[in-house]
């Protein structure tokens, strides 16, 4: 793998936004290691047109002991390749163990403090010679970009007031709802901007049939009477890695957790409701669309999931070891795959 010097004086929006997320100097573009404000990609990038791309959202907890470790990078990986299959992504690194090496590589590069935040982008890049212009995903080249963030994560995020959006969750006919399809996301630019317009933090979406999907960016949970509801994973949400990980931790402390579909009034009379989401972990709802949830404060059920998903992350040692994986340990992984691994590129 080729390295390109970052220029390690780049500051402004691109490199430090205000909101104490800092953009890592080294990013991996296209087979390269570079300067995280230096790519620059063609006007005539077909991600940027049509919504063709796929991205993650991984997080990498410092432990315990100050240990860096990625959560469920892997599973991570798994979901972003299956989205690339759909959009035909295949000139890209496609074995998950390789996409960790660059990742770790990338992030003992970046040499961030505290937590870290990882953003992979698989997308559509330029028609190939000889390819009939307009919108395929046939005959158009792949690029993988991956950019770490220094990102402080939340603990028990800040409790969130939510609106009910006009935007209705697509269903998984009109676009693969399930995979984190970079178009997919206007929906979801929408439906935020329009509750932030109303002095709401964020919103819950409703699919076609009415039932309530998922927040902007978040899966959605309702605890009524000791049990915890949320949309099964078939329907038209995407089925959240935060997700999984919560329903685990629940059953395994002997919380039932049923999986159907919840309407708008199931979540109005709930006890409790919160989101979870990779970026925010977990997030308590207290008021829907101008109604209190519950007693309008921060449920028990909800403070305590937040305390196993905090420790579940940062642990070093303790329960699901597979889920973590150290990057900061002097000789994680070696990147021997990489050299030869890289994806051609096609001119714009
Ligand atoms: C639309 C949508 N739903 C749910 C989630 C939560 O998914 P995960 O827990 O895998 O981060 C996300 C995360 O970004 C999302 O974008």
């Not at 793998?1 to 990013?27: F, K, N, Q, Y």
């Not at 002997?254 to 006890?271: I, K, N, Q």
Request: proline share 7%; glycine share 10%.
């Amino acid at each position: 793998m080729t390295t390109r010097h970052p220029d390690r004086t780049a500051t402004g929006p691109d490199r430090r936004p205000s909101s104490g997320i800092e953009l890592g100097a080294w990013a991996y573009d296209r087979g390269e290691l570079v300067s995280a404000t230096g790519p620059r990609l063609p006007l005539s990038t077909q991600a940027l047109h049509y919504g063709t791309g796929t991205f993650e959202g991984i997080r990498a907890y410092r432990s315990d002991r100050g240990l860096l470790q990625l959560f469920r990078v892997r599973e991570h990986y798994e979901r972003m390749l299956r989205a690339c299959r759909i959009l035909r992504i295949t000139d890209i690194p496609t074995e998950v163990e390789d996409l960790i090496d660059i990742t770790v590589e990338l992030i003992r590069r970046n040499d961030h403090d505290g937590d870290v935040y990882v953003r992979p982008l698989a997308h559509k890049l330029s028609l190939l010679p000889d390819a009939p212009p307009g919108v395929s995903l046939s005959g158009v080249s792949d690029g993988l970009s991956i950019t770490t963030f220094g990102f402080p994560s939340y603990g028990i995020a800040k409790a969130a007031r939510c609106g009910l959006s006009s935007w209705r969750r697509p269903p998984r006919d009109t676009l693969p709802t399930q995979h984190k399809i970079t178009g997919g996301y206007v929906t979801s630019a929408l439906a935020s901007d329009e509750a932030r317009a109303a002095g709401y933090d964020d919103a819950l979406l409703l699919d076609g049939s009415g039932h309530v999907a998922e927040a902007t960016t978040a899966n959605v949970f309702a605890v009524v009477a000791d049990r915890i509801l949320t949309p099964p994973g078939t329907s038209d949400i995407l089925p959240g890695i935060t997700r999984d990980t919560l329903i685990t931790l629940c059953r395994e402390s002997g919380t039932e957790v049923l999986e159907r579909e919840l309407s708008p009034s199931d979540v109005f009379t709930a006890d409790e409701v919160f989101l979870s989401s990779t970026g925010k972990g977990v997030v308590p709802v207290v008021g829907l669309a101008g109604r209190d949830i519950g007693n309008g404060a921060v449920g028990e059920v909800t403070r305590r999931l937040a305390a196993l998903y905090d420790a579940a992350t940062r642990h070093s040692d303790g329960p699901h070891s597979a889920w973590r994986l150290p990057v900061d340990l002097p000789e994680a992984r070696s990147t021997p795959a990489l050299e030869h691994r890289q994806p051609s590129r096609s001119k714009a």
